[in-house]
T-cell receptor, first 111, second 113 residues
Framework: SQKIEQNSEALNIQEGKTATLTCNYT??????LQWYRQDPGRGPVFLLL?????KEKRKERLKVTFDTTLKQSLFHITASQPADSATYLC??????????FGAGTRLTVKP | DADVTQTPRNRITKTGKRIMLECSQT?????MYWYRQDPGLGLQLIYY???????NKGEISDGYSVSRQAQAKFSLSLESAIPNQTALYFC????????????FGPGTRLTVL
């Protein structure tokens, strides 16, 4: 069955550093993968989409990579700020054209 | 006004009761989704609909049913609620590909006693 793993449940970093979050998937080959941000008690908000033929995508301080050989996506936040503290979810497209979400990584950026 | 709204926002009910959660959207999207979220498990897809006449089961549809009354409305029902259906429920919408971004509602917190 399709499986999605985000490498750690929680990540704590110092303000100004780069946060790197990992998403691994098994047993399928998604045509694209999305990253979302979720704040406590609120719905996820879309951040970035990367397609299987793209190696890297950037948006302001965010960067996403997609390695279809390793079946892995990395999500980077450079020059992190306390306002970046949230849970980040990866979502590779499922085989039935639906979306499947990882459990998320809770990022805390300390001032 | 919010693009995707969910009612109610919070609900406490008893085992065996029938519950309906409603979702409305003003984004004009054809595709709508229902997810549940449990701590540590992420979002699990319950049902999804790519248009009014197209409804599909997701990963965890047992114990749930849905109705797509119109393009803008997608309801989720628990015919006979049980305590392990206590969770945070989200509705989402998306446009047709290649615009695959999903827009989520604020969520409904459901507690089944």
């Amino acid at each position: 069955s399709q499986k999605i793993e985000q490498n750690s449940e929680a990540l704590n970093i110092q303000e100004g550093k780069t946060a790197t979050l990992t998403c691994n998937y098994t047993n399928y080959s998604p045509a694209y993968l999305q990253w979302y941000r979720q704040d406590p008690g609120r719905g996820p908000v879309f951040l970035l989409l990367i397609r299987e033929n793209e190696k890297e995508k950037r948006k302001e301080r965010l960067k996403v990579t997609f390695d279809t050989t390793l079946k892995q996506s990395l999500f980077h936040i450079t020059a992190s700020q306390p306002a970046d503290s949230a849970t980040y979810l990866c979502a590779p497209r499922g085989n039935n054209n639906d979306m499947r979400f990882g459990a998320g990584t809770r990022l805390t950026v300390k001032p | 006004d919010a693009d995707v709204t969910q009612t109610p926002r919070n609900r406490i009910t008893k085992t065996g009761k029938r519950i309906m959660l409603e979702c409305s959207q003003t984004k004009g999207h054809d595709r709508m989704y229902w997810y549940r979220q449990d701590p540590g498990l992420g979002l699990q897809l319950i049902y999804y609909s790519f248009d009014v006449k197209d409804i599909n089961k997701g990963e965890i549809s047992d114990g749930y049913s849905v109705s797509r009354q119109a393009q803008a409305k997608f309801s989720l029902s628990l015919e006979s609620a049980i305590p392990n259906q206590t969770a945070l429920y989200f509705c989402a919408t998306s446009d047709l590909p290649p615009a695959n971004e999903q827009f989520f509602g604020p969520g409904t917190r459901l507690t089944v006693l």
